[in-house]
Protein backbone atom coordinates (compact mmCIF):
# COMPACT_ATOMS: atom_id res chain seq x y z
CA UNK A 1 0.00 0.00 0.00
CA UNK A 2 2.85 2.36 -0.77
CA UNK A 3 1.66 4.69 -3.37
CA UNK A 4 1.75 1.37 -5.53
CA UNK A 5 -1.71 0.67 -7.16
CA UNK A 6 -4.04 -1.99 -7.49
CA UNK A 7 -6.61 -1.09 -10.23
CA UNK A 8 -9.52 -2.85 -10.96
CA UNK A 9 -11.88 -0.15 -12.28
CA UNK A 10 -11.58 -0.99 -15.86
CA UNK A 11 -12.68 -4.66 -14.39
CA UNK A 12 -14.42 -4.85 -11.87
CA UNK A 13 -15.00 -1.06 -11.01
CA UNK A 14 -12.94 -0.69 -7.68
CA UNK A 15 -9.41 0.16 -6.91
CA UNK A 16 -7.13 -1.12 -3.84
CA UNK A 17 -4.16 -0.08 -2.83
CA UNK A 18 -1.03 -1.75 -3.02
CA UNK A 19 2.00 -2.51 -0.47
CA UNK A 20 5.57 -1.63 -0.80
CA UNK A 21 8.24 -4.12 0.22
CA UNK A 22 10.11 -4.14 3.53
CA UNK A 23 13.12 -6.46 4.37
CA UNK A 24 12.79 -9.99 6.34
CA UNK A 25 14.34 -10.61 9.57
CA UNK A 26 14.25 -9.16 12.45
CA UNK A 27 12.25 -5.72 13.49
CA UNK A 28 14.76 -2.78 13.92
CA UNK A 29 15.96 -2.32 17.23
CA UNK A 30 15.09 0.38 18.52
CA UNK A 31 11.91 0.77 17.06
CA UNK A 32 9.83 4.61 17.72
CA UNK A 33 6.59 4.53 18.48
CA UNK A 34 4.04 6.73 16.61
CA UNK A 35 3.68 10.20 18.02
CA UNK A 36 -0.42 9.95 17.34
CA UNK A 37 -1.90 7.06 16.53
CA UNK A 38 -6.09 6.99 15.80
CA UNK A 39 -7.17 3.08 15.54
CA UNK A 40 -11.09 2.81 15.21
CA UNK A 41 -13.45 1.04 13.60
CA UNK A 42 -15.13 1.59 10.42
CA UNK A 43 -18.71 0.10 11.25
CA UNK A 44 -20.48 1.34 7.99
CA UNK A 45 -17.58 0.60 5.31
CA UNK A 46 -17.58 4.04 4.41
CA UNK A 47 -15.79 4.93 1.57
CA UNK A 48 -13.79 3.50 -0.91
CA UNK A 49 -10.66 1.12 0.49
CA UNK A 50 -7.56 3.60 0.93
CA UNK A 51 -4.20 3.63 2.27
CA UNK A 52 -1.03 5.51 2.06
CA UNK A 53 2.25 4.81 4.20
CA UNK A 54 4.63 7.34 3.21
CA UNK A 55 6.36 10.41 4.75
CA UNK A 56 6.42 9.53 8.83
CA UNK A 57 2.67 8.72 8.45
CA UNK A 58 0.23 5.92 8.02
CA UNK A 59 -3.30 6.85 6.00
CA UNK A 60 -5.80 3.78 6.21
CA UNK A 61 -9.50 4.13 5.44
CA UNK A 62 -12.38 1.67 5.54
CA UNK A 63 -9.84 -1.18 5.17
CA UNK A 64 -10.57 -4.89 6.75
CA UNK A 65 -8.29 -6.26 9.52
CA UNK A 66 -6.42 -8.65 7.33
CA UNK A 67 -5.27 -6.56 4.55
CA UNK A 68 -3.82 -4.37 7.74
CA UNK A 69 -2.33 -7.30 9.01
CA UNK A 70 -0.88 -8.03 5.48
CA UNK A 71 0.17 -4.28 4.80
CA UNK A 72 1.98 -4.27 8.25
CA UNK A 73 3.73 -7.12 7.42
CA UNK A 74 4.37 -6.39 3.80
CA UNK A 75 2.67 -9.37 2.75
CA UNK A 76 -0.32 -10.31 0.05
CA UNK A 77 -3.44 -10.61 1.43
CA UNK A 78 -3.75 -14.58 1.56
CA UNK A 79 -0.02 -14.45 3.44
CA UNK A 80 -2.41 -14.02 6.86
CA UNK A 81 -3.59 -16.77 8.05
CA UNK A 82 -6.16 -16.41 11.22
CA UNK A 83 -10.11 -16.34 11.82
CA UNK A 84 -12.56 -15.48 8.71
CA UNK A 85 -14.06 -12.24 11.12
CA UNK A 86 -10.46 -10.27 10.17
CA UNK A 87 -12.28 -9.93 6.66
CA UNK A 88 -15.50 -8.40 8.12
CA UNK A 89 -13.71 -5.98 10.71
CA UNK A 90 -13.15 -3.11 9.03
CA UNK A 91 -10.79 0.15 10.58
CA UNK A 92 -9.49 3.70 9.96
CA UNK A 93 -5.56 4.10 11.12
CA UNK A 94 -4.44 7.67 10.90
CA UNK A 95 -1.09 8.14 12.55
CA UNK A 96 2.00 10.30 12.85
CA UNK A 97 5.75 9.23 13.44
CA UNK A 98 8.33 11.73 15.18
CA UNK A 99 9.83 13.13 11.60
CA UNK A 100 8.97 12.67 8.24
CA UNK A 101 12.02 10.86 7.20
CA UNK A 102 10.90 7.52 9.15
CA UNK A 103 11.95 4.75 7.64
CA UNK A 104 8.70 2.98 5.96
CA UNK A 105 9.68 0.12 7.43
CA UNK A 106 10.14 1.26 11.02
CA UNK A 107 6.24 2.44 10.23
CA UNK A 108 5.18 -0.59 9.30
CA UNK A 109 6.37 -2.07 12.37
CA UNK A 110 4.95 0.52 14.53
CA UNK A 111 1.43 -0.40 12.87
CA UNK A 112 2.35 -3.83 14.28
CA UNK A 113 2.77 -2.40 17.59
CA UNK A 114 -0.49 -0.58 17.39
CA UNK A 115 -2.57 -3.36 16.68
CA UNK A 116 -1.07 -5.54 19.73
CA UNK A 117 -1.42 -2.27 22.17
CA UNK A 118 -5.10 -1.85 20.94
CA UNK A 119 -6.30 -4.77 19.85
CA UNK A 120 -4.50 -7.10 21.72
CA UNK A 121 -3.45 -9.11 18.59
CA UNK A 122 -1.16 -12.23 19.38
CA UNK A 123 0.46 -13.16 15.99
CA UNK A 124 3.73 -15.32 14.98
CA UNK A 125 5.65 -15.85 11.93
CA UNK A 126 6.45 -19.01 10.18
CA UNK A 127 7.75 -20.31 7.12
CA UNK A 128 4.85 -22.37 4.86
CA UNK A 129 5.25 -24.61 2.09
CA UNK A 130 2.66 -23.21 -0.42
CA UNK A 131 1.92 -23.46 -4.48
CA UNK A 132 2.87 -19.84 -6.17
CA UNK A 133 3.62 -18.32 -9.30
CA UNK A 134 7.62 -17.75 -9.58
CA UNK A 135 8.30 -15.17 -11.13
CA UNK A 136 11.67 -16.04 -13.38
CA UNK A 137 13.74 -14.61 -16.20
CA UNK A 138 12.35 -16.05 -20.30
CA UNK A 139 15.01 -17.34 -22.13
CA UNK A 140 17.48 -15.72 -19.99
CA UNK A 141 17.10 -12.25 -21.73
CA UNK A 142 15.36 -9.37 -19.50
CA UNK A 143 13.51 -6.22 -21.67
CA UNK A 144 13.84 -3.77 -18.81
CA UNK A 145 15.92 -1.06 -18.32
CA UNK A 146 18.00 -0.85 -15.68
CA UNK A 147 17.96 2.20 -13.48
CA UNK A 148 19.00 3.66 -9.85
CA UNK A 149 18.03 1.89 -6.96
CA UNK A 150 15.69 4.16 -5.11
CA UNK A 151 16.66 6.23 -2.08
CA UNK A 152 13.72 5.09 -0.15
CA UNK A 153 10.88 2.36 -0.88
CA UNK A 154 8.79 4.88 -1.78
CA UNK A 155 10.77 6.72 -4.71
CA UNK A 156 9.71 3.78 -6.59
CA UNK A 157 6.40 4.34 -8.62
CA UNK A 158 4.04 1.76 -10.00
CA UNK A 159 0.56 2.92 -11.23
CA UNK A 160 -1.78 3.23 -14.14
CA UNK A 161 -0.95 5.02 -17.05
CA UNK A 162 -3.50 5.67 -19.89
CA UNK A 163 -7.71 5.34 -19.73
CA UNK A 164 -7.71 1.23 -19.67
CA UNK A 165 -9.39 1.11 -22.74
CA UNK A 166 -6.97 -1.38 -24.42
CA UNK A 167 -6.52 -3.10 -21.56
CA UNK A 168 -4.36 -2.45 -18.32
CA UNK A 169 -0.81 -0.50 -18.90
CA UNK A 170 1.49 -0.27 -16.03
CA UNK A 171 4.22 2.20 -16.04
CA UNK A 172 7.04 1.28 -13.47
CA UNK A 173 10.33 3.31 -12.13
CA UNK A 174 13.19 2.40 -9.87
CA UNK A 175 11.47 -0.97 -9.34
CA UNK A 176 12.99 -4.40 -8.16
CA UNK A 177 11.61 -7.62 -8.89
CA UNK A 178 10.82 -8.15 -5.20
CA UNK A 179 8.47 -5.45 -5.56
CA UNK A 180 7.46 -6.38 -8.99
CA UNK A 181 6.07 -9.66 -7.76
CA UNK A 182 4.79 -8.25 -4.34
CA UNK A 183 2.50 -5.75 -6.93
CA UNK A 184 1.30 -8.78 -8.77
CA UNK A 185 0.79 -10.74 -5.85
CA UNK A 186 -2.21 -7.96 -5.25
CA UNK A 187 -2.89 -6.62 -8.39
CA UNK A 188 -6.56 -7.14 -9.78
CA UNK A 189 -7.30 -7.77 -13.40
CA UNK A 190 -5.27 -11.24 -14.22
CA UNK A 191 -5.26 -14.97 -12.82
CA UNK A 192 -4.25 -14.01 -9.38
CA UNK A 193 -5.47 -17.38 -7.27
CA UNK A 194 -1.51 -17.35 -5.48
CA UNK A 195 0.66 -14.99 -4.25
CA UNK A 196 3.67 -13.99 -6.73
CA UNK A 197 7.36 -14.48 -5.13
CA UNK A 198 10.78 -13.07 -6.91
CA UNK A 199 13.06 -15.79 -8.22
CA UNK A 200 14.34 -14.06 -11.37
CA UNK A 201 17.48 -13.42 -9.52
CA UNK A 202 17.72 -10.22 -10.84
CA UNK A 203 19.47 -7.52 -8.72
CA UNK A 204 18.98 -3.66 -9.07
CA UNK A 205 16.18 -1.63 -9.72
CA UNK A 206 14.29 -1.40 -13.46
CA UNK A 207 11.79 0.97 -15.47
CA UNK A 208 9.47 -0.91 -17.54
CA UNK A 209 6.21 -0.38 -19.15
CA UNK A 210 3.34 -3.36 -19.48
CA UNK A 211 0.11 -3.70 -21.31
CA UNK A 212 -1.73 -6.09 -21.15
CA UNK A 213 -5.87 -7.77 -21.63
CA UNK A 214 -7.85 -8.96 -18.74
CA UNK A 215 -9.25 -12.54 -19.23
CA UNK A 216 -12.32 -12.81 -21.16
CA UNK A 217 -11.63 -9.36 -22.81
CA UNK A 218 -9.14 -10.84 -25.36
CA UNK A 219 -11.59 -11.20 -28.02
CA UNK A 220 -10.16 -7.82 -29.79
CA UNK A 221 -6.73 -8.64 -29.25
CA UNK A 222 -4.23 -7.84 -26.52
CA UNK A 223 -2.29 -10.30 -23.99
CA UNK A 224 -2.97 -11.99 -21.37
CA UNK A 225 -0.99 -11.05 -18.55
CA UNK A 226 1.28 -14.18 -18.69
CA UNK A 227 2.15 -13.26 -22.44
CA UNK A 228 2.65 -9.53 -21.89
CA UNK A 229 5.40 -10.17 -19.25
CA UNK A 230 7.17 -12.90 -21.39
CA UNK A 231 6.47 -10.50 -24.73
CA UNK A 232 7.53 -6.96 -23.24
CA UNK A 233 9.47 -7.68 -19.86
CA UNK A 234 11.26 -10.93 -20.75
CA UNK A 235 9.55 -12.45 -17.43
CA UNK A 236 7.64 -15.40 -16.98
CA UNK A 237 5.28 -17.10 -14.35
CA UNK A 238 5.60 -20.39 -13.33
CA UNK A 239 3.58 -22.60 -11.28
CA UNK A 240 5.66 -23.87 -8.04
CA UNK A 241 5.89 -24.84 -4.75
CA UNK A 242 8.07 -22.65 -1.97
CA UNK A 243 8.27 -21.98 1.61
CA UNK A 244 6.79 -18.55 1.82
CA UNK A 245 6.41 -16.70 5.08
CA UNK A 246 3.19 -15.99 6.31
CA UNK A 247 1.49 -14.39 9.21
CA UNK A 248 -0.44 -16.69 11.74
CA UNK A 249 -3.42 -14.45 14.03
CA UNK A 250 -3.85 -16.66 17.27
CA UNK A 251 -5.84 -14.29 19.00
CA UNK A 252 -7.39 -10.72 18.75
CA UNK A 253 -9.96 -8.25 19.66
CA UNK A 254 -12.74 -7.63 17.50
CA UNK A 255 -12.65 -3.68 18.33
CA UNK A 256 -10.16 -0.98 19.39
CA UNK A 257 -9.61 -0.43 22.90
CA UNK A 258 -10.18 3.10 23.09
CA UNK A 259 -7.55 5.82 21.99
Request: proline share 7%.
Amino acid sequence: MRGHWICRRSIRGAAIALFAAVVWGQEPQPVPAFEVADLKLNVDAQGPPAAVISNGSVRIRNVALRPLIAAAWSLPVDGVKGPGWLDDVHVDLVAKAASPQTPEADLRVMMRAVLRDRMKMVARVEQKEESVWALTVWKGQPKMTPSEMPAKPEDAKCGPAGDGANGVRMVCTHETMASLARILSQMGGWDADKRVVDQTGLKGAFDFALQWTPPGQTDNGGLILFDALEAQLGLRLESRKVAVPVVVVESMERAPADN
